[in-house]
């Protein structure tokens, strides 16, 4: 084990330029690997003795994590690094040869630390047994020198492909890998009318819905009046399964069951639609409010069944009714997606708002209607104070509730 000097940093480093920082921090960094690597081996002749002689102790990774005052994992993970890349010995005193030398010197050096040490290990690990000593030495020399100036995922990366030479037909397949992926998802109703969801998704469906999370469930931007977007991200990740789902009901080539595509029976009283008070229900058994009823009139693929005074049916609306696909896509080069003032949802993201509601005998054309996200979609349904219009140019307009503006000049999106 050496000995080096301790560098004290200069006494003014505002006065340092960029080439004697940068120097300071690599040479420091050097000092600091080449101090780990040595409690490393410090950590070996702890396991060689035995911690329980020396200390009282049952492990040493146990130990370390007391005195080190870190997590057992990460003691732990440092123990096992430390045996990898240095010579111990064995109970009988004999040496135990290091799995990866090459690697533990260059630690020693300080010129890897753990970022590269357990990319490299874990590649090793991966060698076949029948793989050669000159084969295994070989590829443990190319990591290092890699290691020296890369970093861990180009590591990762050329290990792949040294694996892939040294073992081109992989490890042979288990039972267990030869059976297709298993996908389960389950929904279950609570007694409220809230649906519970739980499952276990193969990795590509996991990458997948990972990729529509981080997509669609993005942060709102900050709207004109500096309000940011409140939901936590569990919320945000619900919001965008929801978008998702209402994507997949809408599109013209979702599949459709008995002859109909996928739709949602919303069913109310005549006085509840017209009135906005009262609730209704959904698929004859969830209750709703009746402003969440009205919002859901407006769009396509909801069928609203409304009810008279004796609970007969008045009207069964059909999917058609209100949007057509031919009026979507007007709607989509007017609106060119949410047209609530700052928002940026795009086109498939948005519902269609009747600005004059369906149940006050709004007419299904371009002049009453309008895109809105979701959110924004709630927003006009509920008691927020805005309202909604178009413009003497045919394109949306929004007036604010006074508390944000006491004049109510209309906003427009200028995002479009």
């Not at 080069?333 to 006050?360: N, S, T, V, Y």
Request: glycine share 10%; proline share 7%.
């Amino acid at each position: 084990m050496s000995s080096q000097r301790i560098l004290e940093p200069p006494q003014e480093l505002w006065r340092a330029g960029a080439r004697e920082l940068a120097h300071g921090v690599v040479e420091r960094l050097s000092l600091a690997r080449q101090a780990l690597a040595e409690i490393g081996q410090f950590l070996v002749e702890i396991e060689s003795r035995g911690p329980m002689e020396l200390f009282g102790h049952g492990s040493t990774a146990g130990w370390f994590a007391e005195t080190a005052r870190i997590s057992p994992k990460e003691a732990g993970a440092t123990v096992a690094r430390a045996v990898a890349v240095n010579e111990g010995r064995n109970l009988d005193g004999t040496p135990a040869p290091a799995f990866a030398p090459i690697a533990g010197a260059a630690a020693a050096e300080g010129d890897l630390g753990h970022q590269q040490l357990d990319p490299i290990l874990a590649v090793l690990k991966k060698i076949p047994a029948e793989a050669s000593e000159e084969d295994r030495s070989g590829a443990e020399q190319i990591l290092v020198n890699l290691a020296r100036s890369a970093g861990p995922h180009e590591i990762s990366k050329i290990g792949a492909e040294l694996l892939a030479h040294l073992d081109p037909d992989g490890n042979e397949p288990k039972d267990e890998d030869l059976k297709p992926p298993s996908r389960e998802v389950h929904l279950r109703k609570r007694d409220d009318g809230w649906w519970r969801l739980n499952g276990l998704l193969d990795p590509e469906f996991g990458a997948r819905a990972n990729a529509l999370f981080e997509t669609w469930g993005q942060r709102r931007p900050v709207d004109e009046d500096g309000n940011r977007d409140p939901r936590t991200p569990g919320e945000r990740h619900g919001d965008a399964l929801f978008d998702a789902i209402h994507y997949a009901m809408t599109n013209d080539k979702a599949p459709t069951l008995s002859g109909d595509r996928t739709t949602i029976v919303v069913t109310l009283p005549l006085e509840t639609l017209t009135s906005g008070l009262g609730s209704a229900c959904v698929d004859e058994v969830t209750q709703i409010t009746a402003r969440h009823a009205r919002m859901l009139a407006c769009d396509a693929k909801i069928i609203p069944a409304v009810l008279g005074s004796e609970s007969e049916p008045l009207d069964i609306g059909r999917a058609a009714r209100t949007v057509t696909p031919g009026q979507r896509r007007a709607l989509n080069l007017r609106d060119r997606g949410c047209a609530f003032p700052g928002c940026q949802r795009k086109p498939k993201h948005c519902e269609a708002h009747h600005i004059l509601p369906w149940g006050e005998l709004g007419d299904t054309d371009l002049g009453n209607l309008c895109l809105l996200c979701r959110y924004h979609h709630m927003v006009i349904h509920g008691q927020s104070g805005w309202k909604v219009r178009l413009a003497a140019d045919g394109r949306p307009e929004f007036v604010p509730p006074q508390y944000l503006d006491p004049l109510q000049k209309p906003r427009c999106n200028n995002n479009r």
